[in-house]
């Protein structure tokens, strides 16, 4: 076995693709960095400046409707509101308190419909954050050029890569995975090796999942090198603090949070490489498997494909938002309506038992093969 897994990451490492994904994943990882503010006061200050605009504009839209006079107030005190956090910060004062006050009168206009913008879990989900900052007289922690190495890996994967980007990059990553009866003369030859299916198996799948953490890891490597030198590697103990709908406050440090992601990422990374096992059963071209794997991916993102009910329940497509099962954040809430009501542990065991039935019909399936 030892054999078959060096010839796999031999060829690997010489597979073009697999360079053009490390230096795609460097760019995403990186690039986040140079569109955050010189200082969370900077983002602060640039945020409740638009806030304030938007409800500014928004009262003067009304002043000539005799019957908006009601709304031209919530408009005028979510202005002025504003205009005290605005003062806070630039005073150096403490802003959570007038910021909490803010974000109430802000959900309680769009709770009335006079106000249109943001989801009202979103906006709850603001006040949760600032509501345990104040009682926990800790500061809220916002995304900023000073941050540490784990802090910003924490915000890469909470907010700007999705789950789906990773497991498109797996997929390619595996694309030749397991080799057609016609492939050339040197995989011919390795899968001729005196070694039984499950260990060729075996031996693909540690080299296709080993493989793909190093590279999640490289891509990570510059940046995060940078930022240890710059503001220090920081504290896996660090909290992040959420809502997951809207009522719940969630509480976790950034271990919990890089523990259960990178968990739950393993085992659809292990379902989709078994998925494709059964798929190169019945489809010999590798570009024809990896379209039929990206395009279920990219379909799982409408909720329209696949219906609810119990089976749509334990379907594992439907949980590819894992930021908001974990820790109850997503930037895509509105396009998902299915995975808002399972927990982690649920989750996980859903994933297991999806990995441990594909692995078996995968498995069986080979044993009908000549070849891998």
Not at 204 to 212: D, E, G, N, Y
Not at 284 to 310: C, D, H, R, Y
Request: positive net charge.
């Amino acid at each position: 076995m030892k054999t078959q897994i060096i010839f796999e990451y031999k060829r690997i490492i010489r597979s073009k693709l697999i360079w053009l994904i490390l230096c795609g994943l460097i760019i995403l990882t990186t690039l986040p960095y140079f569109s955050l503010p010189s200082s969370d006061k900077g983002q602060l200050l640039y945020e409740y400046r638009l806030e304030k605009m938007t409800a500014q504009q928004s009262y003067d839209s009304l002043k000539n409707i005799p019957k908006a006079h009601k709304t031209m107030k919530t408009m005028e005190k979510i202005n002025n509101d504003a205009e005290r956090v605005v003062t806070a910060l630039k005073n150096n004062q403490n802003y959570e308190k007038k910021a909490l006050t803010y974000w109430q009168s802000v959900q309680t206009a769009t709770e009335s419909g006079q106000l249109q913008g943001e989801q009202p879990v979103t906006i709850q989900m603001k006040i949760d954050r600032l509501s345990w900052a104040v009682n926990h007289k800790k500061r809220a922690t916002v995304p900023n050029k000073h941050m540490s190495a784990v802090a910003y890996l924490v915000y890469v994967l909470w907010e700007n890569i999705s789950t789906i980007v990773w497991l498109v990059a797996f997929s390619l990553i595996i694309i030749n995975l397991y080799i057609p009866e016609n492939g050339e003369p040197g995989r011919k030859l390795i899968n001729q090796l005196p070694l039984t299916k499950w260990k060729k198996i075996l031996a693909k799948s540690i080299v296709a999942l080993t493989s793909f953490m190093v590279i999640a890891i490289v891509s990570f490597t510059p940046i995060l090198i940078f930022l240890i030198i710059k503001n220090k590697f920081g504290s896996l103990d660090q909290l992040l603090i959420s809502t997951a709908n809207g009522q719940t406050i969630i509480a976790q440090s950034s271990y919990t949070y890089l523990s259960n992601i990178i968990l739950l990422s393993l085992l659809l990374m292990i379902i989709i490489l078994f998925f494709q096992l059964i798929v190169v059963h019945f489809v010999k071209q590798s570009l024809t498997q990896i379209g039929i794997i990206i395009g279920i991916l990219i379909a799982s993102q409408n909720t329209s494909i696949f219906s609810k009910g119990i089976i749509a329940n334990w379907f594992p497509l439907n949980y590819l938002d894992l930021n908001r099962i974990i820790i109850g954040k997503s930037d895509i809430t509105n396009l998902f309506t299915n995975n808002g009501d399972v927990s982690t542990e649920k989750l996980t065991i859903i994933l297991v038992v999806w990995s441990l039935g594909l692995i078996a019909l995968g498995t069986g399936l080979s044993y009908r093969r000549k070849t891998l």
